[in-house]
Structures are given as C-alpha cells and as structure tokens.
C-alpha cells in the first residue's frame, strides 16, 4: 500500500540547474499538493491541483511551476534553482474537496548550492 | 507572511506534566486540521474540527475550535515521550486549500 510516493529522496542541485520532483499516488485522490518545509516557517503552499486538469498558486508560488499529468501524478518544476528553494519539499494528496484530511509523502530534501 | 500562527515555538517538559498549544489567524477557515509530524516523515493527521466551538478529544489530546473559528488550541495531559514530534495546525479554505501553521516541537522528558 504505497500512498503517496515522492521522488527523488534526496537532490543537491548548483545554482541554476533545473529539476522536476515526482509526485504520484495510489489512493484515487482528487485534489494534490506541493508544499515546502522551513525551519520555524511550518509548512507553505506552494501549489495545489483540486483536481485533474486544474492547479492554483499557493503562498509561495514564485520560482516555480506545476504540472498534474493525469489524476495519479503532480510535479513540481524549478526552472532556475537559487539557494532559497533550499528546503524540505513534501507532496501531498486528499479524496474529495473540503475539509479532508491530507495524505503525505516522505519529503525530498533539497539543496541548492 | 504565514496565516497561521502556533505557540510556543518550541516547548521541553517533563513526563506527566500538562501542556497547550495554541494555533491562531485573524482568517476564518471551514475547517481547522492538526497533524503531528515524526523526523524524516510527513506530517500525519490527528484530528479535523469543523464547528465554531467544538472540543474533540483523542485519548488524552483534547482539540478546541474557536467560537469565530479564526483559532485552535490541542491540550496534552499527562504528556509521555511517545507525544514527543512537531504539531502542526492547519486551515482549511473551500476549494479544499490548506494552510500550515509554523509548528510547535515538543520534547518530553522522561
């Protein structure tokens, strides 16, 4: 039972390479999320998809882009890697479209030198 | 600027004491979701209060939602080093949008 599954684990990138984290889940979910996690700063939206063929910004959209390929699978694109993406980045999906509970990947660390 | 806001940001007790944890917006959301988080994993769900009002209680963690539903408040009695992670609170906006608070970590000590 796979849930929710984020690739890579572990990235370390050069100021303004580019890279697309892999986002993809099992649960026949509707909405998904891409969020990054900051020491202190919690959790931030970056950019969700309430369901297939729709996605929206989030609080802190800038820097990068999202694609939901199909209902199973959200990426999440830095075209321009600058050290403030350094972060903990966690994917995200939920059932239906209010009030449910979000279902988490194991995160990706990111770092950008 | 984060929408929600926890406190304290960081709290060590000891075994057997009582603590809360406070999660506070001047926005109001459909819904109010806390989650506690382990090192290296994703966040997990504790408990979603949708009323202005409610009290919900999972064993010994009791969840309040404010009247105006604009804050949150989780109460631990009697913490044990299992209750020892990050708690998250969370918002809930129509369109099924979630906004994390800035986390509250808590240690405790046997």
């Known amino acids: 039972n796979a849930g929710v599954t984020q690739t890579p684990k572990f990235q370390v990138l050069k100021t303004g390479q580019s890279m697309t984290l892999q986002c993809a889940q099992d649960m026949n979910h509707n909405s998904m999320y891409w969020y990054r996690q900051d020491p202190g700063m919690g959790l931030r939206l970056i950019y969700y998809s309430a369901s297939e063929g729709t996605t929206d910004k989030g609080e802190v959209p800038n820097g990068y882009n999202v694609s939901r390929l199909n209902k199973r699978e959200f990426s999440l694109r830095l075209e321009s890697a600058a050290p403030s993406q350094t972060s903990v980045y966690f994917c995200a999906s939920s059932p239906r479209r209010t009030n449910e509970k979000l279902f988490f990947g194991s995160g990706t660390q990111l770092s950008v030198l | 600027t984060q929408l929600l806001e926890q406190s304290p940001q960081f709290l060590s007790i000891q075994e057997g004491e009582n603590l809360t944890v406070y999660c506070n917006s001047s926005?109001?959301?459909?819904?109010l979701q806390w989650y506690r988080q382990e090192p290296g994993e994703g966040p997990v769900l504790l408990v979603t209060v949708v009323t202005g009002g409610e009290v919900k209680k999972l064993k010994r963690l009791t969840f309040q939602f404010g009247d105006a539903r604009k804050d949150s408040s989780l109460h631990i009695t009697a913490a044990q080093p299992g209750d020892t992670g990050l708690y998250l609170c969370a918002g809930g906006y129509t369109g099924n949008q979630f906004y994390f608070g800035t986390g509250t970590s808590l240690t405790v000590i046997p």
């Open positions: 926005s109001v959301f459909s819904s």
